[in-house]
């Protein structure tokens, strides 16, 4: 009886361990936000000439930058009878372009200036997640996601260009004494604050395949308002 037992046990453990799917979250081009991830100077495969290392940044000193988008999309179910019995699926996650960002130095605090800037994204998308699951529990049933969907996307857009205008001014223009420090410690009390909405692999994974990952849904045909740019 105690084999038994223990034999049904191992299966048991054996079959949700093989049911775990690694979701790959980077590929050739991009690399997408997961906890841990930390961007170094080999990432940065974008070309230096060709004008991408303006005036501008000789002026302020920038040696690096990092191509960053906040990236969305909406997934519904294929089968209109399901809409309803299932919900709408979003993916958001930040996305670093390995081939548009450059650093012609591998000084570890360009880079780090850089990392910041990829986890300000990261702040937003957990911002966006919050958003649409508050209109979720609040509005109840389907369509609450893909009436909202472009608003709370373009808020988030909207909050993450205004952040990095500002980090930008403080660390980078007025070179503010400590403002590197200060903006590091801020960015990273707001996400040890919001880690239960930490963007998962699978979103990082949707837009690897470019597809629905649930054979069941595909990307919405329609939303409601205007989105805008994955940048």
């Known amino acids: 009886m105690i084999k038994l037992t223990i034999t049904f046990i191992l299966l048991i453990v054996s079959l949700n361990s093989f049911a775990q799917v690694n979701y790959p979250t980077h590929d050739s081009a991009y690399i997408f936000w997961q906890p841990g991830i930390t961007l170094t100077y080999n990432d940065f495969r974008g070309d230096t000439v060709g004008g991408k290392y303006t005036e501008l940044y000789k002026k ?19 089968k209109k009878k399901d809409r309803g019995r299932k919900l709408e699926k979003v993916y958001v996650a930040p996305a670093f372009d390995k081939t548009a960002s450059y650093a012609i130095t591998n000084d ?29 529990d609040s509005m109840k049933g389907y369509g ?26 403080d660390v980078i223009i007025s070179k503010k004494q400590g ?28 837009f690897i395949v470019r597809k629905a990952i649930d054979k069941e849904y595909e990307e919405s045909p329609v939303v409601v308002g205007v989105l805008p740019s994955n940048r």
Not at 60 to 78: F, H, M, N, R, T
């Open 108 to 136: 570890t605090m360009e880079i780090a200036i850089q990392q910041v800037y990829f986890d300000i994204a990261e702040t937003w998308a957990r911002w966006a997640r919050q958003q649409l699951s508050r209109y979720q």
């Open 144 to 169: 609450v996601s893909l009436l909202m969907y472009s608003t709370v996307i373009k808020d988030a857009k909207a909050g993450r260009q205004q952040m990095n205008s500002a980090y930008a001014e």
């Open 179 to 206: 403002a590197f420090e200060k903006w590091r410690k801020l960015i990273d009390n707001q996400l040890n604050e919001t880690a239960l909405w930490a963007t998962k692999p699978e979103d990082c994974y949707r």
């Open 60 to 78: 302020v000193g920038l040696q690096s930058e990092a191509y960053i988008g906040l990236w969305s999309i909406l997934d519904v179910p294929k």
